[in-house]
Nanobody
């Protein structure tokens, strides 16, 4: 089994910053992609940013230039630095990992429990 543990959410005023962390542990041979998604009340879960094992990044248009995703491969940890936050960024943020497991074939998708980010105006 693989576990993802997120931290770093909270309440911040518009224009402020937060840093989210997500650490993966368990039966991991290699992590192909780690990323962040968010879900606001009454809305679908949307991509925020992803980081591949090759170091490639991808961002939603709404966060480009404000958010930065990075990773520490040795720690199986991904970070999301969020700057110039807006009230529209308020959501539950979920970490996702696409994992190759030791002794298993195929790629497995795992989710964290989510962390609340609230941006006040």
């Amino acid at each position: 089994q693989v576990q993802l543990v997120e931290s770093g959410g909270g309440l911040v005023q518009a224009g402020g910053s937060l840093r989210l962390s997500c650490a993966a542990s368990g039966n991991i041979f290699r992590i192909n992609v780690m990323g962040w998604y968010r879900q606001a009340p009454g809305k679908q879960r949307d991509l925020v940013a992803t980081f591949t094992s090759g170091g490639n990044t991808n961002y939603a248009d709404s966060v480009k230039g404000r958010f930065t995703i990075s990773a520490d491969n040795a720690k199986n940890t991904v970070y999301l630095q969020m700057n110039r936050l807006k009230p529209d960024d308020t959501a539950v943020y979920y970490c996702n990992a696409l994992v190759l497991k030791t002794g298993s074939s195929g790629q497995w998708s795992y989710w964290g429990q989510g962390t609340q980010v609230t941006v006040s105006s």
